[in-house]
């Protein structure tokens, strides 16, 4: 079992920057892949950034320019730091651990943006 718990949301002007954090725990070795999704009430959950074991990463076209993945090994964290936010980029984000074959989820962290 992986736990992830994200924190870092909050309320910030369009134009601003939020740094988002997700700590992994548990059996954390041999997770392939983490990433960054958000959600908007009424609609599908989006991906948004990931990062391979390996250090490979990829953005959605939406953040790209903008938002910027890292990972932290020495401490089980990924962050997602997030610059000239938009309104648009209102959500709840949540953190997510593939270890294939199974897939967690954090409990999600507010993002709002007032224009």
């Known amino acids: 079992q992986v736990q992830l718990v994200e924190s870092g949301g909050g309320l910030v002007q369009a134009g601003g920057s939020l740094r988002l954090s997700c700590v992994a725990s548990g059996i954390i070795g041999g997770i392939n892949y983490m990433s960054w999704h958000r959600q908007v009430p009424g609609n599908q959950r989006e991906w948004v950034a990931g990062?391979?074991?390996?250090?490979?990463?990829n953005y959605a076209d939406a953040v790209k320019g903008r938002f910027t993945i890292s990972r932290d090994n020495a401490e089980n964290t990924v962050y997602l730091q997030m610059n000239s936010l938009k309104a648009e980029d209102t959500a709840v984000y949540y953190c997510?651990?593939?270890?294939?074959?199974?897939?967690?989820w954090g409990q999600g962290t507010q993002v709002t943006v007032s224009s």
């Open positions: 997510n651990a593939y270890k294939a074959p199974a897939s967690y």
């Open positions: 990062i391979t074991s390996a250090g490979a990463i």
